[in-house]
Structures are given as C-alpha cells and as structure tokens.
C-alpha cells in the first residue's frame, strides 16, 4: 500500500527535518511560531513525524527547550541536506522564526540582486519552451549594443549568480549558444521548433573541474583557502559543459598557475581540458 502524504503535511514535515538536523532540535513552539498554528495542534505533526520515522528523532527532555532531537541514525526524507536549502525554507516561510529564535537580522538569505528578469521577456520565454516556439527578438551585445534582429528557439533558464540566462539554438549562428535575458528586447513568436534540448551537447555534457589552491600561496594559506569552501584538499565541481565559464567566474576560479592569489586563491588544474567549453560573447 502506497503512503501518500498531502502537500501541506510534506511541508510541515520538511520544517521538521530542517530544524532537527540544523537547529539541533524541533518542538512544537518553534513549529508554531513558523505556521502561526496552535502549538497543541502543531505537536499532532511532530507525533505523526515520529510515527512514520521513528528512527529519526529522541525527546531529550534534559533540554531547557524540551525538544526532540536527531538521533545518531537520523535520515532525512523530504529535504536536501544544504544550509542554502534550510535558509531559502525558513526565510521563504516566517522570518519570525528566525529574529526569535536568534535575533533579528541574524540570517540574511542573499546579496540584494541589481535587477530581475522583465516578466514580460520571461513569459514569452517560458512559453515558447513550453511549447517548442521559435522567437524573434532584438538582441543587444558589446559590439552591437543597439542590437540585432535574431531568431531562436529556447529550451532551457539559467543563472550564472548574478544574470539571468536563455539557453537556446540561434539560427543566425546555426548552433546552440547562451543569451543574456537582460539584453533582450521586442520578443515575438515565429514558427514551431525542431532543435530540441537533446540536441544541445554541450547542455547535456557534465564535465568536471578540477580545483586546487594557487601554487603562490603558503602551505597554512592554502589550508585555509579550502577551509573556507569546506575542503581538505584539491577538489571537483560537475556542471554542465555549457556552464563551466560561468562556474569558473562565479567562484573566482584563476585560469593559469600565475593567477593573482589575493584575486585567484584557487585555480582550476584542467583548463586545457575546457577549453572547448569557453565561450565568446554572443554577437
């Protein structure tokens, strides 16, 4: 027999698994200050938790909070185990939670963003991949920042941490390529499209780079360059081939062993090996 758990138990039940593993523990009161429920109503969901996992969670009633803490055998069911994921959930849902559990401002969850996408330019976006659309739009770039008239056809959004992206197939080009969605103006839908995203072999490519500590640094400074990023060593980031230069200037990634430390703390090993997946600008 299937267990089928509702939507609104699956969120309350992640809050749950949130708390317990980054918190160190979960009671009713913080539940109820996050829902704005009855704490003796709330205390029902921990009890059906527990019932469902048992394993997972111990009452520990030598706490001052009285709380029901994870046990060594805890394992999640509904959330990802990343402290972006337990920010994003607790921020996204009551920042009361947070200011009277810990104070106010204690968490920020971002660096404000300069700008977001036009909803208009993403609707049409979102549409066309929808329904495998081509589009016309005006596309503006440094050489050409009045812009050109182009026809693409989307299948894919993303975001290099700063911008916003439309990964589609350009017919002026004749290849796939990346577009920045803030230089992108007058949109409107032409014909069906036959480039799918199973066409795009540098999307569907996941390499990897390979990162260590600039070779200029001290051994106590490269210490503490992978301390910083939760590493004891040379490490490996996978990303999509169409991603990579992106992953590589999001993360202040040097490209040569003569890379500025101060600037380039880490370098990536294999960047013979990703060349190919460099990009030039979008002309």
């Known amino acids: 027999m299937v267990d089928i758990i509702n939507e609104q138990l699956k969120v309350r039940f992640k809050a749950i698994e949130y708390m317990a593993y980054w918190e160190g ?14 704490a003796n109503l709330i205390g029902r969901v921990i009890k059906e938790y527990r019932e469902r996992h048992p394993l997972n969670l111990v009452y520990d009633a030598k706490d001052a909070e009285k709380i029901y803490i994870p046990t060594e055998q805890f394992s999640p069911h509904y959330i990802p185990l990343s402290w972006s994921s ?23 969850d971002h660096i404000a963003q300069i700008s977001n996408p036009d909803p208009v330019i993403m609707r049409v976006l979102l549409k066309a991949i929808r329904q495998n659309r081509k589009i016309s739009l005006l596309y503006r770039s440094r050489s050409n920042p009045a812009g050109l008239r182009r ?7 993303s975001n290099d941490g700063i911008r ?7 017919f002026k080009r004749n290849d796939y390529a990346d577009f920045n969605i803030g230089r992108m103006n007058d949109l409107s839908f032409t014909d069906k499209s036959s480039k799918p995203q199973e066409d795009d072999v540098l999307w569907r490519r996941i390499v990897e780079i390979h990162i260590d500590a600039n070779p200029c640094l ?3 400074e490269r210490n503490l ?21 992106y992953t590589i200037q999001f993360y202040r990634l040097g490209r040569s062993v003569d890379a500025p430390p ?3 703390p880490l370098i990536v090993k294999n960047i013979d090996q990703l060349t190919p997946y460099l990009f030039s600008e979008v002309d």
């Not at 996204?92 to 401002?105: A, F, P």
């Open 86 to 108: 337990y920010s994003g959930y607790m921020l996204s849902h009551s920042n009361e939670h947070i200011k009277q559990l810990y104070g106010l401002d204690t968490i920020a």
């Open 262 to 264: 101060k600037a380039h």
């Open 225 to 245: 360059v992978f301390h910083d990023y939760g590493k004891k060593d040379q490490f490996v980031i996978r990303t999509r081939a169409a991603l990579v230069d």
């Open 25 to 38: 523990g979960v009671n009713a009161s913080r539940l109820s200050r996050l829902f704005g429920i009855n």
């Open 151 to 157: 026809e693409i056809a989307p299948h894919a959004i």
């Open 164 to 170: 916003w992206h439309c990964r589609a197939f350009c």
């Open 218 to 220: 001290s051994e106590t």
